[in-house]
T-cell receptor, first 113, second 115 residues
């Protein structure tokens, strides 16, 4: 079956530090990959996505590259801000006719001034 | 702005008392989903509607039901809430037969407390 593994949190960084949140996956076929962000008390927001190998998704300074050879989709940002503090979920959809998003367990990021 | 709206944001219900959560969308997406997210866990799919076709996940308890009277609205009914049903409930939508490309659009969620 499909699964997503994210690095365990919480992650605490100082403002302007470099961020990496690792994500690897197991899936049938060719999954589409997503990063979602959840701010405190809120629902999920799509941060970025990639639908095929070597695609790079980017948004708000965040980037992730779909690496089929390593089955990875690591999230990076060059300089984090306090407003980036949130929980980040890596997710995938795979399988013919599948509608289910498979999520990782989430990584909580705290950015301190 | 086109969006997914969940009401209420916070719901308190008594143990065993039926409760209904609502979701509406202005995106005209034909697929709607309900996810349950317990504290510090990943969201878990309960069921989804593809148009009027209801699709239940195998491990969704019978205590959870859903209704979709039209394209815009979808309801989650919990017939007899237990303490273990306290969670954030997330509604989401996607378009047509390709949920992969656009991904989902999520509502802000309803946080359910059972007392």
């Amino acid at each position: 079956g499909n699964s997503v593994t994210q690095m365990e949190g919480p992650v605490t960084l100082s403002e302007e530090a470099f961020l990496t949140i690792n994500c690897t996956y197991t899936a049938t076929g060719y999954p589409s990959l997503f990063w979602y962000v959840q701010y405190p008390g809120e629902g999920l927001q799509l941060l970025l996505k990639a639908t095929k190998a070597d695609d790079k998704g980017s948004n708000k300074g965040f980037e992730a590259t779909y690496r089929k050879e390593t089955t990875s989709f690591h999230l990076e940002k060059g300089s984090v801000q306090v407003s980036d503090s949130a929980v980040y979920f890596c997710a995938l959809i795979s399988g013919a006719g599948s509608y289910q998003l498979t999520f990782g367990k989430g990584t909580k990021l705290s950015v301190i001034p | 702005d086109a969006m997914v709206i969940q009401n209420p944001r916070y719901q308190v219900t008594q143990f065993g008392k039926p409760v209904t959560l609502s979701c509406s969308q202005t995106l005209n997406h034909n697929v709607m989903y309900w996810y349950q997210q317990k504290s510090s866990q990943a969201p878990k799919l309960l069921f989804h509607y593809y148009d009027k076709d209801f699709n239940n996940e195998a491990d969704t308890p019978d205590n959870f039901q859903s209704r979709r009277p039209n394209t815009s609205f979808c309801f989650l009914d919990i017939r007899s809430p237990g303490l273990g049903d306290a969670a954030m409930y997330l509604c989401a939508t996607s378009r047509g037969s390709s949920p992969r490309a656009p991904g989902y659009t999520f509502g802000s969620g309803t946080r359910l407390t059972v007392v």
